[in-house]
């Protein structure tokens, strides 16, 4: 897991309410990544930072809110406008020269009923 | 947008066999393809990647391949244990950019 931590690793919401979920890197990465997982498919990018203070959307940022406030910290926030917000996250980080190369936290399941 | 489809989606094999499994990529321009590898309830793991300049690439018992013109990659797991059993997953991305697209994911299982 390289120094990613993903807290808590099972999350459980009831419907309308926002949750955030945690990630931290020691590896002094620039960029930092959100991805959803769904039962079989692939990871989508909900958004991504290359550098403090800023943040970009991916495909399917609709519903999601991010911060980068410190480096070595990137939470994601679900609100309740997702419609579909049960599904396992990931976050990653890379260096930023080399954004191709992201390693991965362990995921969150998260739960909403 | 690239779009990346891998197969097969589950993968059996026993012991000592080998595993094959293939991934194609809609993007000409995409020249990075990383593989990663996920346990269950953890997070991915890149084990090999292969950059579009290079045609085959080996680590030990595992290696992956680029058909830049047919725009299609495979990864190749040879002498499989049980511990190689998980989910794999191919992605493409520019290594300019930021924006991986995953694969769906095959789910190998090696039996003993």
């Known amino acids: 897991d390289g120094g990613i931590t993903q807290s808590p690793k099972y999350l459980f919401r009831k419907e309308g309410q926002n949750v955030t979920l945690s990630c931290e890197q020691n590896l002094n990465h620039d960029a930092m990544y959100w991805y959803r997982q769904d039962p079989g498919q692939g990871l989508r990018l909900i958004y991504y930072?290359?550098?403090?203070?800023?943040?970009q959307k991916g495909d399917i940022a609709e519903g999601y809110s991010v911060s980068r406030e410190k480096k070595e910290s990137f939470p994601l926030t679900v609100t309740s406008a997702q419609k579909n917000p049960t599904a396992f996250y990931l976050c990653a980080s890379s260096i930023r020269d080399r954004s191709y190369e992201q390693y991965f936290g362990p995921g969150t399941r998260l739960t909403v009923t | 947008g690239e779009n990346v489809e891998q197969h097969p989606s589950t993968l059996s094999v026993q012991e000592g066999d080998s595993a094959v499994i293939k991934c194609t990529y809609s993007d000409s321009a995409s020249n990075y393809f990383p593989w990663y590898k996920q346990e269950l309830g953890k997070g991915p793991q890149l084990i090999i990647d292969i950059r579009s300049n290079v045609g085959e690439k080996k680590d030990q018992r595992i290696a992956v391949t680029l058909n830049k013109t047919a725009k299609h990659f495979s990864l190749h797991i040879t002498e499989t244990q049980p511990e190689d059993s998980a989910v794999y997953f191919c992605a493409a991305s520019l290594n300019t950019g930021n924006q991986f697209y995953f694969g769906t994911g095959t789910s190998l299982t090696v039996i003993p």
């Open positions: 930072s290359q550098i403090v203070n800023d943040f």
